[in-house]
């Protein structure tokens, strides 16, 4: 017996056309590439049993302290909206931190939209029977799955709240990168007259992955993720981190247009803008990009101060006020993590492909791009 969900995706015109043959395949052939793709994206969420996952993880998630911000935009949209929170995509942690947050607030966590290679192994069975979360193979091109994809997305928002992360996989590189279009396409063709986008921003004062893509800047292949699991666990050594997830103003997406390919672009962009705005200045992030090869702390701190000055002008949601408050907050941090090292009064670059990373986390902020390295 189908289930709803089911039955809905395979009634859905696009899906329904490609089932009656063509793009080179038969009817049955179609019919047995949307049915794989169905079995791989089906998802279930179990709210009852979602706090408990803390536990199992609590070696990792002790070390992350949950902030939130503006939490008002989610608590007035969830009333009478459905929502789909698009975020920055910084860790793999963001995936527990985003949710909890949330729940640790009394508002129910959304589905979750994360790449297909996060589904192995056990912590693949927790996404696929707990947290709801919903495999996406980011670079197919097949038409049958992405055909698929469009309408299971579009059935589920119907249902649930979603969390997706528009970038489309981590940032290698530190900066918030360019929104990709297609689960939001996928958004607009679910006939949602009540959905809302509410911008998400993540920021940590350390990224528990930094090392690994720093030195790596451009994803080039996709690494199994228990390798990458057993990287972060070492970096785990020695880490803490504050957690700052702060919520924009909701997005109105129920009236756009689903085949203007305009429209589309033009909320794509406008959800990038609101993602960077709402992302928090964190001292980690300020100290990087005033940061010079080898500086005193008094020259450091001027930098900051103007960096500052900077900032605030262009309305960043500050989480420092001055470099001194900066250079004591962040430079222990990083020494430990070993990316700078303090040297009779001077600081100086150790890793500097990691302090590049963290700089670049504010860039989208800064009148000239790229101006401290």
Known sequence: MLDDITEAVLAHEEVAKYLQGGYGTSGAEARERVNGYLDELRTTQRYKIYRALQHPLYPILRKIERKQENLYHVTGAVKAHRIMYAS?????????????????????????????????????????????????????????????????????????????????????????????????????????????????????????????????????????????????????????????????????????????????????????????????????????????????????EGRIDRLIEELCARHANLGVTSGKQAVDEAAEPLETRGIIVAERGRFRVRERSVLRYYARTIEHLLVTPGRTH
């Not at 920055?88 to 508002?107: F, I, R």
């Not at 803008?273 to 008094?298: D, N």
Request: proline share 7%; charged share 25%.
């Open 88 to 300: 920055n995509h910084k860790s793999h942690t963001d995936y527990l931190v985003e949710p909890l947050v949330l729940d640790d607030n009394g508002v129910r966590p959304p589905v979750i939209a994360a790449g297909i290679n996060l589904f192995g192994g056990p912590l693949g069975l927790i996404h696929r029977h707990v947290t709801g979360a919903i495999p996406i193979r980011r670079n197919a091109k097949d038409p049958a799955y992405l055909i698929t994809l469009k309408a299971y997305v579009a059935e589920v928002l119907k249902r649930h709240d979603l969390l997706f992360y528009p970038e489309g996989g981590r940032s290698y590189s530190g900066e918030i990168k360019a929104v990709k279009t297609g689960l939001i396409s996928a958004a607009l063709s679910a006939d949602c007259p009540n959905l809302v986008i509410i911008p998400t921003a993540i920021a940590y004062d350390l990224v528990l992955e930094d090392h690994i893509l720093a030195r790596q800047r451009v994803k080039k292949r996709q690494r199994p993720f228990a390798r990458e699991l057993a990287e972060m666990v070492r970096y785990a050594v020695g880490y803490w981190s504050r957690a700052f997830v702060t919520f924009g103003a909701p997005i109105p997406a129920g009236h756009r247009d689903v085949q203007s390919r305009g429209d589309l672009l033009e909320l794509t962009r406008l959800i990038r803008a609101r993602i960077g705005a709402c992302y928090k200045v964190l001292p980690t992030a300020i100290f990087a990009a005033a940061m010079r090869p080898s500086i005193t702390r008094r020259d450091l």
